[in-house]
């Protein structure tokens, strides 16, 4: 009896052993690069740090990383907080302090974290820090990067360690996330593509990560591929993010101009401008080049739609008809055109126009974007049918839509100014 008991306990101990030693294997850094390969290496060049300066733009670096309370993006001491559902991130300080900072790093070093989330003496990277998208930079762009990053001020003081939930709080499990989920591919060129599409998709896919935000997350906290860009609730728990697929039900709308206006702006093609997040994003977006910024609308006007109403906004309108949103259907994401919508009378006094139709409109005011569907307009709003003249539609109570005639401004051959007579509110 007491030889079978001390038997099983030995195969239930050696069993642990087993499963120990196995998830000792699968979570080793080495591990996961033994499996995907050797990567490009930086040349022997001397860093560029006008480089390094746009990829840390490009990539938000300061928006999580930057002291808290200090407004100055050069200081990298870190501190700010994430909350989410494994529990509360601290941003660690990067600046180029040897002790505190990531001064010690050797660029070899530095690389590896970008790319494979491994973290000089604390080991698997959190992918709060977004490296499922650093990992598709250049080895070049990212040597600039890192002497860009030393050649700010060093800050002292360590931030405090992440405050997370059991398990998340094993640093060490999260190796099995990054076997399951990190693909370690580069973005070689794409030669049936212009130089163009390839610069917008390096970025939009590479430093500027917008894939990380504007998608949905499974349990496992992974991106699903299918549902890339098409939105999804705020990791933080506050908001959705919206849709920046190319289906109506995202920006499929908007044109290219319109894209690299909002990424230089932060202003939509209906004139409202961009909030929560977003800002922060714009704030850098706004100080990369023109060709960078056309270049990342270009890619996002090429990838496909994926049909994912905003939170709260209806489904799109199949029909023939132009229909009117009642207003508390309308778009109720996070976006301003939620708290524009409060109520028909508020929509009356705000001078604001939920428009879905199936007949595509032009959308911006000097009539010379791209075709679209008009799914919100805001004032008085004179529109180019893309057959038959300019119309003007407005809205009078919460499902009207009035139509009246325009008149093409003289020699632009635009629909502006509107309408005449105009509608007057009801
Ligand atoms: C969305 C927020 C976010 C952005 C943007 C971001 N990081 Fe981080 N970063 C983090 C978090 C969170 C960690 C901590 C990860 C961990 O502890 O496993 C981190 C860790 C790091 C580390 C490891 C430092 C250490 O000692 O723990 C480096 C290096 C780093 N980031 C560099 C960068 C660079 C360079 C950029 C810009 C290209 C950048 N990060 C952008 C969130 C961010
Ligand atoms: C840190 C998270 C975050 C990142 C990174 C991010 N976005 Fe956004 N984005 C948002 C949020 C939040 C909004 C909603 C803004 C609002 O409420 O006005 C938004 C809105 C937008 C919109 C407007 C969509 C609409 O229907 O109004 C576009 C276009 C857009 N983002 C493009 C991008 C591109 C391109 C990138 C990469 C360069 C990017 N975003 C990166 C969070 C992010």
């Known amino acids: 009896m007491a030889t079978r008991k001390s038997r099983s306990l030995l195969i239930v101990g050696l069993i ?24 490009d290496l930086p040349d022997a060049g001397v860093p560029d ?12 670096c300061a928006t999580c990383h930057a002291s808290v309370g200090k407004g100055d993006e050069t200081l990298l001491g870190g501190g ?13 300080n990067i600046s180029s302090h040897p002790m ?41 762009d990212l040597r600039d990067l890192f002497a860009y990053i030393q050649s700010l001020p060093p800050v002292a003081g360590k931030v405090p360690d992440h405050d997370l939930k059991f398990p998340f709080s094993m640093r060490r499990g999260v190796g099995l996330w990054r076997l399951a989920f990190l693909d370690g591919k580069p973005l070689p060129e794409d030669l049936t593509q212009t130089a163009q599409w390839n610069r917008g998709r390096y970025l939009v896919e ?15 906290g992974a991106v699903p591929f299918a549902k890339r860009f098409s939105g999804g609730p705020n990791p933080e728990g506050t908001g959705h993010i919206p849709n920046i697929s190319q289906d109506e039900t995202g920006i499929g709308y908007w044109s290219v101009n319109d894209i690299a206006r909002y990424l230089e702006e932060g202003v ?4 409202i401008k961009a909030g929560g997040d977003m800002k922060e994003v714009v704030v850098n977006t706004a100080r990369l080049s023109e060709s960078d910024r056309l270049a990342m609308a270009v890619y996002l006007k090429s990838l496909p739609g994926v049909e994912a ?13 132009v229909v009117m949103l009642a207003a508390g259907q309308a778009h109720a994401g996070p976006s301003r055109l939620a708290s524009l919508a409060a109520s028909p009378d508020m929509l009356g006094k705000q001078d604001v126009l939920y428009v879905v139709s199936p007949t595509p409109f032009t959308l911006e005011a000097n009539g010379t974007g791209e075709d679209g569907k008009l799914l919100g307009a805001r004032g008085w709003r004179c529109s180019s049918a893309k057959q038959g003249g300019c119309r003007c539609v407005w809205m009078a109570g919460s499902r009207t839509v009035r139509k009246a005639r325009c008149t093409r401004s003289r020699g632009s051959g635009s629909c502006r100014p509107c309408c005449h007579p105009r509608p007057s509110p009801r």
């Not at 491994?118 to 990277?125: D, E, L, Q």
């Not at 590479?206 to 496992?220: D, F, K, L, T, Y």
């Not at 939509?268 to 004139?271: D, F, K, Q, T």
């Not at 109403?309 to 008809?321: I, K, L, Q």
């Open 16 to 39: 642990a052993l087993v499963g120990l030693a196995l998830f000792l294997v699968l979570t080793a850094p080495s591990t996961w690069r033994l499996l995907n390969g050797p990567r």
């Open 206 to 220: 590479g430093s500027a990560h917008c894939v990380e935000c504007h998608s949905p997350r499974n349990a496992m």
């Open 268 to 271: 939509n093609p209906i004139g």
């Open 80 to 92: 700010r907080s994430l909350d989410t559902a494994f529990g509360e991130f601290h941003m660690p």
């Open 100 to 140: 505190d900072g990531i001064g010690g790093y050797t660029v070899e070093q530095f690389i590896m974290a970008m790319r494979e989330g491994v973290i000089p003496g604390k080991g698997n990277a959190y992918p709060a820090f977004p490296y499922t998208s650093y990992q598709r930079m250049t080895a070049n």
């Open 309 to 321: 109403p905003n939170a709260g906004a209806p489904r799109p309108n199949r029909t023939e008809e």
């Open 49 to 60: 740090l006008v480089n390094g300066r746009t990829q840390f733009i490009a990539g938000d």
